[in-house]
């Protein structure tokens, strides 16, 4: 897993919404991520120490590129503030859906 700098990951996604606008998809997941990259020893051995801060690993991944990045847990509003301008200029495209209600459902309520 290679990992990027926060503004790095920032404009490689901006990158990677644009490209994928015409024609695919990205995924966007963020989960806790506590520092380690090794799995869980087995039984008897000594377990891994529990970190001091856990940070967040976000991963971004299209058909042919893979991009990652850890945000330390001082710094996530400040990331978390550029990342919804990133996604707020990449998701214009979308289309509105329209929803069907169903004759039993409308009369109910």
Request: charged share 30%; with cysteine.
């Amino acid at each position: 897993m290679v990992l990027l700098s926060n503004d790095e990951f920032l404009t490689q996604l901006t990158l990677l919404s644009q490209s994928a606008r015409s024609d695919s998809s990205f995924t966007v997941t963020i989960k806790r991520y506590d520092g380690h990259d090794r799995p869980q020893p087995r039984e008897g051995k000594a377990p891994l120490p529990k970190p001091a801060e856990y940070q967040c690993l976000i991963r971004a991944r299209s058909r042919s590129k893979n991009l990652s990045t850890v945000v330390r847990h001082d710094e996530v509003a400040k990331f978390m503030e550029s990342y919804s301008k990133v996604l707020k200029s990449s998701i214009d495209g979308l289309k509105k859906i329209k929803k069907v209600k169903n004759k039993a459902k409308a009369a109910q309520g």
